[in-house]
């Protein structure tokens, strides 16, 4: 029973090593090999520029072109704990200009929360968080982005991302990875403002319909390709 634990524990620490060392490279040329348009990025800088905090938020299954398109920023988001996948993400993110905070809404989700709170009461900061994740229900909001952005003042802008050729795979959601040489288009919308005296059933349907319909027109965009 030991060794087989002293060989899970070997196993996990190499997937976290070459995970975190290769994995950049892979995304870099996947997605830097795209062509990109980006349209409504004014939206969260023009609430920086007036001194505010932002949320980006995206469906899970898009998290990796959003992630890729926000790189190289200094923007913060979530990682989960304890587990080697959230490791690799940790180190990939960090390689790639995020600051990572650990924790998810099932392992370390408070301590994640309040860090998250404290970062966005300070002016001009973003923090990308996906109300979906990192384990569904897909497209179901869970409370988190929207406690924080009633409790902070922040403001949360929608956006989704998608590709002409990508790859998909299927979990509770369908997970996509945009292949090379692919057109990509990062679409944000405007901004979301939730007061505290706002319910929180409100706020998820606003939320939840921005991000649909931003979805929707993306996939417009690139043409609605068959996933293969």
Request: with cysteine; net charge positive.
């Amino acid at each position: 029973m030991a060794n087989l634990k002293n060989e899970k524990r070997l196993k996990n620490k190499l997937l976290v090593f070459f995970g975190g060392l290769l994995g950049p490279l892979f995304l870099r040329f996947f997605y830097n090999t795209n062509k990109w348009s980006v349209e409504g990025d004014h939206y969260y800088k023009n609430a920086l520029h007036d001194g505010k905090s932002v949320i980006i938020a995206s469906w899970h299954n898009t998290l990796l072109t959003v992630f890729m398109g926000l790189s190289k920023n200094g923007f913060y988001g979530l990682a989960g704990n304890h587990h080697p996948d959230a490791e690799i993400i940790a180190r990939i993110g960090a390689k790639l200009g995020w600051n990572v905070i650990r924790g998810s809404s099932t392992d370390g989700g408070k301590k994640a929360y309040n860090e998250m709170i404290e970062i966005l009461r300070q002016n001009n900061n973003v923090f990308a968080i996906t109300p979906d994740g990192p384990q569904g229900p897909a497209k179901i909001p869970k409370p988190g982005a929207i406690r924080a952005a009633q409790k902070t003042g922040a403001v949360i802008v929608p956006v989704a991302g998608q590709s002409t050729r990508r790859w998909s795979f299927k979990n509770w959601d369908t997970f996509y990875l945009t292949k090379p040489y692919a057109k990509t288009h990062l679409l944000f919308g405007e901004p979301l403002t939730f007061s505290k005296d706002d319910s929180y059933e409100d706020c998820s349907m606003r939320l939840k319909s921005a991000l649909d319909k931003l979805e929707n027109r993306v996939n417009e965009n690139v043409g609605l390709v068959k996933d293969n």
